[in-house]
C-alpha cells in the first residue's frame, strides 16, 4: 500500500521553469534504463532454476531438510488416515447391512482399532507440525544468511566500474528488497509447497486405493487447469520483474534526495522532487495491481475447476452405489469425498502460492545477475608475492578508456622509490584515473605498469595492496570508535603506534580534546566530525599502515592552513621512506615534490619541478597563474 504522504494530494506546484538538481523530470512515455544490463539483455533464469539454485544454499543443513520431508509425510498420512476410517466406521459400524447384524460385541473391536487410530494421529501430528516449521525456519533463515554473506562477498569483488556503471538504488534493492522476496521463496517452499505436495500425492494415493475410476474422473481436470493457470503465470512473471525494476528506481530518487537535499531546498524544489516521487510510486503501485490481478486470476481458475469436478465425482460415485458399480459402497464414496476434500485443501493453497513464487522468482532473476558478476581479474597462476618497492613504478606507453571513451592515452613515466611525485591537470585530464591503475583498481587498456620491472599483473594483487595506502579527498570512517578507525590501516598495531600515526597527521591534539578521546565514536561516515578533522584520522590511517608507497588523492582540500602544514610536514618527514603520490590542485601541497607531473586531456603534457615548470611558462603555469587570481 502507497504511504498516505506519497499519495496524489494536490501538490503545491512547482515553478514553471524548474527542473530538478538531481533527479531527471518525470516522463511518463519513458523508463529508466536497466541497471547493471541484466533486465533486459540477460537471459531470464527460469522460476525452477531460480528455485534449485536458492535451495542449493541449504545443502548443509541436509539432515535438517530430510527431516522437514519426513516429519511432512508424517503429517500428510496421518490427516488421511483419520479421514480414511470414514469407510469403516460407515461400512461396518454405522451400517450395517441388516439391523438383525447390529451386535455391540461384533462392532466394539471395529470401534476400538478406529479410536486407537484417531488417537494415535491425534497424538502424533502435533509433534510432527511442530518439529517441521521450526526446522523449515531453520533452514530458510540459514540460506537467507547465505545470501546476505554472498552478496556482500559479491559487491567487495566487483570491479570498480561495475558501481560507476550502476546506481546505488539499484544496488541496494536487489541487495535487499529483492533478497528479502526471493528468500520468501524458499522459506515457501520448506514450509508449505513440500507439505502440500506430499498431501496431494498421499491423498492420490488414497483415492486409488479406494476407487480407481473415481480417481481417473478427477486426474482428467488437471490439463485444462495446468493450461489456464500457467497463462497467468508467465504474466506474472513479465509483471513482477518490471515492478521490481520499479523498487530500484524508488530507492535511486530516496538516495538522490538524501543526497542532495541542500540543494533542494536551497533552490525550492520540495515541491518538485515530492512530485516527482509520486510519479514513482504511482508506477510502482500500477504494476503492483497487476501482479495482484494475475494473482487473483490464478486462484479464481482453481474455484472455477475444482467444483465442477467434485459435483462429478459425487454424481458417478452415487450411480456406482446404487448400481452397485465396481463394489463401490457408500462408505467407499464418502471416504473418498472427503479425502478429495482434504486434498482440495492443500491443493488450493498450493495453487495460491504458486503466484507468490513466480514473484519471487522475478526478485530473484535479479539477485543473481548481482551474484553473477564478474569479479575482479583473478591473479595469473605464476603471480608472485611483492616484498617492497625497491627502485621505481614505471607507466610504459600505458592507456586506458571507459567503455571505448579514452582517459588516459601514451604515458610513459618512472616514479623512483622514495620520489614525491604531484599529479596536476585541468578537471577530466585523467589524474584520478591514473591513481586508479597504480592501486590496480583497474588494468591498463594497453601498454604496461611496472613495479621494479615486473608488470603488475604479474603480482598478487592481495599483495601490492599491502604496500599500498590511500587517503581520498572525501574522508571515509566507519561507526567505529577513532582508534579502532586509525587501527584499520594495520590491524596489529599497539596502542602507542595508533598515537605515533595520530600525532604525525596532527590528529592527536584533537582527539585528546575529545570527551572520550581515542575511545570516541566517529557516527556514521564520521559525521560526528569535522571535515578536517575526519581527514586527518584517515591520514593517521594511511600513515600507521606503514606502506611502500602513499597516494593522497586531494587529500588536504578540506584542511585549514595551520593544518596543511602540519600534515605537509608529516610528508616530508616520510620523504625518502616512502613513494609518494600527490594528486591535488593547492599550491602549498605541490610545490615541494620532487616532480610535478601535468595532465592534459589524458596525456603528460609537461614534467618538472616547481620552479622549471613555472619557468617553462606552459600550462602548470597557467595553472598556477589561475590559482594566484582566484586566492587574490
Known amino acids: ?310 459435483a462429478a465425482v459425487m454424481g458417478i460415485g452415487g450411480y456406482a452405489v446404487v448400481h452397485e458399480v465396481d463394489g463401490l459402497t457408500i462408505g467407499d464414496v464418502t471416504a473418498f469425498m472427503a479425502i478429495l476434500g482434504l486434498a482440495y485443501k492443500p491443493l488450493k493453497s498450493l495453487i495460491q502460492s504458486v503466484p507468490r513464487l513466480f514473484e519471487a522468482a522475478s526478485s530473484a532473476t535479479r539477485l543473481f545477475a548481482v551474484l553473477d558478476m564478474d569479479e575482479e581479474v583473478p591473479d595469473r597462476p605464476d603471480a608472485r608475492p611483492m616484498t617492497g618497492l625497491h627502485e621505481s613504478i614505471r607507466f610504459d606507453d600505458v592507456a586506458f578508456d571507459y567503455g571505448g571513451a579514452p582517459v588516459l592515452d601514451g604515458i610513459d613515466l618512472e616514479v623512483r622509490a622514495g620520489e614525491v611525485v604531484a599529479i596536476v591537470g585541468r578537471t577530466g585530464a585523467g589524474k584520478s584515473t591514473l591513481i586508479d591503475l597504480v592501486l590496480r583498481f583497474h588494468d591498463p587498456t594497453r601498454g604496461a605498469l611496472e613495479v621494479d620491472g615486473v608488470d603488475l599483473r604479474d603480482l598478487e594483487r592481495a599483495s601490492f595492496l599491502e604496500h599500498v595506502a590511500l587517503v581520498t579527498q572525501e574522508p571515509f570512517l566507519f561507526d567505529e570508535s577513532l582508534m579502532e578507525n586509525i587501527r584499520y590501516g594495520r590491524p596489529d598495531a599497539t596502542d602507542g603506534e595508533v598515537r605515533d600515526a595520530a600525532r604525525a597527521a596532527s590528529a592527536d591534539q584533537f582527539i585528546q580534546e575529545l570527551p572520550e578521546g581515542y575511545d570516541t565514536m566517529a557516527g556514521e561516515f564520521g559525521l560526528r566530525l569535522s571535515g578536517g578533522q575526519r581527514q586527518r584520522v584517515t591520514i593517521a590511517r594511511a600513515i600507521l599502515a606503514d606502506a611502500s608507497i602513499l597516494v593522497f588523492d586531494e587529500a588536504t582540500s578540506a584542511l585549514d592552513a595551520q593544518t596543511e602544514r602540519a600534515v605537509q610536514a608529516a610528508i616530508d618527514g616520510l620523504r625518502g621512506e616512502r613513494t609518494i603520490f600527490l594528486v591535488a590542485h593547492r599550491l602549498s601541497t605541490i610545490q615541494h615534490a620532487d616532480r610535478i607531473v601535468v595532465l592534459e586531456n589524458g596525456r603528460i603534457a609537461e614534467s618538472g619541478d616547481h620552479e622549471t615548470l613555472l619557468a617553462r611558462g606552459g600550462v602548470y603555469a597557467e595553472l598556477i597563474g589561475a590559482q594566484t587570481a582566484i586566492a587574490s
Not at 519513458?30 to 522460476?47: N, Q, Y
Not at 542449493?56 to 496421518?78: I, K, T
Not at 546476505?148 to 567487495?156: N, Q, R, T, W
Not at 535487499?176 to 502440500?196: G, N, P, R, S, T
Open 1 to 310: 500500500m502507497v504511504p498516505a504522504r506519497w499519495r496524489r494530494s494536490k501538490p503545491r506546484a512547482p515553478p514553471s521553469d524548474w527542473k530538478s538538481p538531481i533527479l531527471p523530470t518525470p516522463n511518463e512515455e519513458t523508463e529508466a534504463a536497466p541497471s547493471l544490463g541484466t533486465d533486459e539483455s540477460a537471459p531470464r533464469i527460469s522460476p525452477g532454476r531460480a528455485l534449485r539454485r536458492l535451495l542449493a544454499l541449504s545443502r548443509g543443513d541436509g539432515g535438517r531438510v530430510l527431516s522437514v520431508v519426513l516429519l511432512g509425510a508424517v503429517v500428510a498420512s496421518a490427516a488421511f488416515l483419520r479421514v480414511s476410517l470414514i469407510k469403516p466406521l460407515l461400512d461396518d459400524v454405522v451400517l450395517p447391512k441388516t439391523v438383525g447384524d447390529l451386535d455391540i460385541d461384533m462392532l466394539w473391536p471395529h470401534i476400538e482399532s478406529i479410536a486407537t487410530i484417531a488417537g494415535a494421529t491425534l497424538l502424533v501430528s502435533p509433534l510432527a507440525v511442530l518439529g517441521r516449521s521450526y526446522l523449515a525456519e531453520w533452514v530458510a533463515g540459514r540460506v537467507r544468511q547465505r545470501v546476505d554473506i554472498a552478496i556482500a562477498s559479491k559487491l567487495l569483488r566487483v570491479p570498480l566500474r561495475t558501481f560507476r556503471e550502476g546506481s546505488s538504488g539499484d544496488f541496494l534493492s536487489r541487495s535487499m528488497a529483492d533478497a528479502q522476496i526471493a528468500c520468501q521463496m524458499v522459506v515457501l517452499f520448506y514450509k508449505d509447497v513440500i507439505l502440500h505436495a506430499e498431501m496431494i500425492l498421499i491423498g492420490v494415493s488414497v483415492m486409488l486405493w479406494i476407487s480407481v475410476p473415481l480417481t481417473l474422473v478427477v486426474l482428467i481436470g488437471i490439463p485444462p487447469f495446468y493450461l489456464l493457470v500457467s497463462t497467468f503465470m508467465s504474466r506474472i512473471l513479465d509483471v513482477a520483474t518490471r515492478r521490481q525494476e520499479t523498487q530500484g528506481q524508488l530507492s535511486d530518487r530516496l538516495i538522490a534526495i538524501l543526497s542532495g537535499i541542500k540543494v533542494i531546498k536551497a533552490f525550492r524544489g520540495e515541491d518538485a522532487e515530492t512530485t516527482a516521487y509520486d510519479h514513482e510510486t504511482d508506477k510502482y503501485f500500477r504494476r503492483h495491481m497487476k501482479v495482484i490481478k494475475n494473482g487473483a486470476l490464478v486462484k479464481a481458475s482453481g474455484e472455477l475447476i475444482w467444483p465442477v469436478l467434485f
